[in-house]
C-alpha cells in the first residue's frame, strides 16, 4: 500500500472515530437554533451549494480573460502519402502522370496559441447573471439556516414537552399506589371489595403506561433534535432552557402583535431575484443578435526529417500568426426572434410568481398570527382546567382515605386527571409549534 493511501485510511480512520465520539452538549434554546444554523446538514449542503456559485462566478469571468494553450504533436509515416502529379519533368515522354511523395516520415511540432475575447455582448450580460445567481445562492443559504433554526426549535420544543408530561404522569402515581395499599389492606380486613382494588390497579396501570409513553416520545425527540443539530445519534445532549421560561417569555408573547416586513422576508427576495435572472436571460436572447470580436496569437516550432532526430540534422522552423475573428449574425429564420419572445413571457411569468409570493408571505402570515393567538387561548385553559382537575383529584383521594368517597369516585378523578394531562401537553406543544412557525413566517429566525 502506498503512503498516500496509508494517510487517507488513517485520516479516515480518525474522522470517524471523532464523529462516533461526540462528547456530551449542554444547549440552551438559542444555542441550539444557532448550532443548526451552522452545522445541520440541510444548512452544509446549502452552504457548498453556494460556494460552487462563487467559484461559478470565476470560472465566467475568466472566460474573457487571455486564454493560453499548448500543444505538442509527434508523428511518424509508416508509408508517406504518395500523390500522381503530372509529369512536367519529361514532358511528352512516359508517362503523362508520376507519382511523387511530398513529406517525410517524421514531423514534430510544439506551439503555444494565447486567445482573447475582446466583445461578446453575452458575455457581458452573463457578468451580470453570474452575480445575481451568487446572490440567489446567498438567499437560499440564509433560507436554509432560517429553515434549520424553525426545525431546531420544534425539535427542543418537543423533548420538554414530552419530558413534561413524563413528570406530570409521573406526579399521580405515588398517590395511586398509596391507596392502592390501603384498599389492599381493607380487603384483607373485609371493609373494601376486590372490585375496588382492581379499579385501582387499571388505573395505576393506566398513569404509569402514560409516563411510559411520555417517556418514548422525548426519547424519540432527543434523536430527531440530534438529527436537526447536525449531531451523531446518541450524543448526550442537557437543555438548559426551562419550557414555563419559554411559554412565559415576553419576547414570545409579543410575536403576535410582529409585523410582517415583506421587503426584507427571505421568500421575497428570493423571488425577485429570479425576476432579475430571467430578465437577465431576456437581455442575453437579445444580445445574441450582436457581432462579437475576438483576437489570437500563435507561434509554432515545426521539424520535419527523414529519421527520428529532433533538432539534430534538421533545425525546428518558427511559425507565428496572429489575427482577429469578427462574428456577425444576420439571418436565423426568425429563430432569435422567438427565443427572445419565450423569455419575455418566462419574464412575465416570474413577475407573477413574484407578486404571488408576496400575497402568499402575508396570508401565511396571518394565518400563523390567528393560530398562535388561538392557541395561546387554548392553552391558558387547559393550564386552568389541569390545575382544577388535580384539586378535584387531591380532595377526591383524601375523601377516600378518611372512607368519604368510594373507590369508583377516586379512579373517575384519576382517569379526569389523565386526560387533563394529556390535554394540557397537547395544547403546550400547539402553542409552542404555532409561535415557532409564526416566527418563520415572520422571517425573524
Given at each position: 500500500m502506498s503512503i498516500r493511501s496509508i494517510t487517507t485510511a488513517l485520516l479516515g480512520a480518525f474522522w470517524g472515530l471523532a464523529a462516533v465520539a461526540q462528547g456530551p452538549v449542554s444547549l440552551s434554546l438559542q444555542q441550539a437554533v444557532d448550532l443548526a444554523a451552522k452545522q445541520s446538514y440541510q444548512v452544509k449542503a446549502s452552504a457548498l451549494e453556494?460556494?460552487?456559485?462563487?467559484?461559478?462566478?470565476?470560472?465566467?469571468?475568466?472566460?474573457?480573460?487571455?486564454?493560453?494553450?499548448?500543444?505538442?504533436?509527434l508523428q511518424n509515416f509508416i508509408d508517406v502519402p504518395t500523390q500522381l502529379i503530372p509529369n512536367f519533368f519529361t514532358p511528352g515522354q512516359g508517362p503523362e502522370f508520376i507519382a511523387a511523395q511530398f513529406g517525410l516520415p517524421w514531423n514534430a511540432s510544439a506551439g503555444l496559441t494565447l486567445t482573447q475575447l475582446i466583445f461578446d455582448g453575452s458575455y457581458l450580460v452573463g457578468l451580470k447573471a453570474t452575480r445575481t445567481i451568487a446572490e440567489s445562492s446567498r438567499l437560499d443559504l440564509q433560507k436554509a439556516e432560517a429553515d434549520a433554526r424553525n426545525q431546531a426549535a420544534k425539535a427542543y420544543f418537543g423533548v420538554l414537552a414530552a419530558e413534561e408530561g413524563a413528570k406530570l404522569a409521573g406526579e399521580g402515581i405515588p398517590l395511586l399506589e398509596k391507596a392502592l395499599r390501603e384498599v389492599n389492606a381493607m380487603l384483607e380486613n373485609g371493609f373494601m371489595e376486590t372490585t375496588d382494588v382492581d379499579r385501582l390497579t387499571i388505573q395505576l396501570e393506566q398513569a404509569r403506561t402514560q409516563q411510559r409513553s411520555f417517556v418514548q416520545q422525548a426519547e424519540v425527540a432527543r434523536l430527531l433534535l440530534a438529527l436537526t443539530l447536525g449531531l451523531p445519534q446518541g450524543t448526550p445532549m442537557t437543555l438548559t432552557d426551562d419550557l414555563t421560561k419559554i411559554l412565559a417569555d415576553a419576547n414570545e408573547i409579543s410575536l403576535t402583535e410582529q409585523p410582517l416586513q415583506i421587503g426584507t422576508h427571505v421568500e421575497q427576495q428570493q423571488a425577485e431575484t429570479l425576476v432579475l435572472l430571467q430578465d437577465l436571460n431576456?437581455?442575453?436572447?437579445?444580445?445574441?443578435?450582436?457581432?462579437?470580436?475576438?483576437?489570437?496569437?500563435?507561434h509554432q516550432q515545426v521539424w520535419n526529417g527523414p529519421d527520428f532526430d529532433p533538432g539534430g540534422t534538421y533545425q525546428f522552423y518558427p511559425t507565428t500568426v496572429w489575427g482577429a475573428k469578427l462574428t456577425v449574425p444576420i439571418f436565423s429564420s426568425g429563430n432569435r426572434h422567438h427565443k427572445v419572445k419565450q423569455a419575455e413571457i418566462a419574464l412575465s411569468q416570474v413577475e407573477v410568481n413574484r407578486t404571488a409570493t408576496e400575497q402568499r408571505l402575508l396570508a401565511t402570515a396571518e394565518q400563523s398570527r390567528s393560530q398562535a393567538?388561538?392557541?395561546?387561548?387554548?392553552?391558558?385553559?387547559?393550564?386552568r382546567s389541569l390545575k382544577l382537575s388535580k384539586d378535584i383529584m387531591d380532595r377526591t383521594s383524601i375523601k377516600f382515605t378518611n372512607g368519604a368517597a368510594a373507590s369508583f369516585e377516586l379512579t373517575q378523578e384519576q382517569g379526569n386527571y389523565l386526560i387533563a394531562q394529556q390535554t394540557y401537553i397537547q395544547r403546550m406543544v400547539e402553542l409552542l409549534m404555532a409561535r415557532a412557525d409564526l416566527r418563520k413566517a415572520l422571517d425573524l429566525y
Open positions: 453556494a460556494e460552487k456559485a462563487r467559484h461559478k462566478v470565476k470560472e465566467f469571468t475568466a472566460v474573457g480573460l487571455p486564454q493560453i494553450n499548448g500543444e505538442v504533436q431576456r437581455k442575453n436572447e437579445r444580445t445574441k443578435a450582436m457581432p462579437s470580436l475576438g483576437a489570437f496569437l500563435s393567538r388561538t392557541a395561546f387561548d387554548n392553552f391558558r385553559t387547559e393550564e
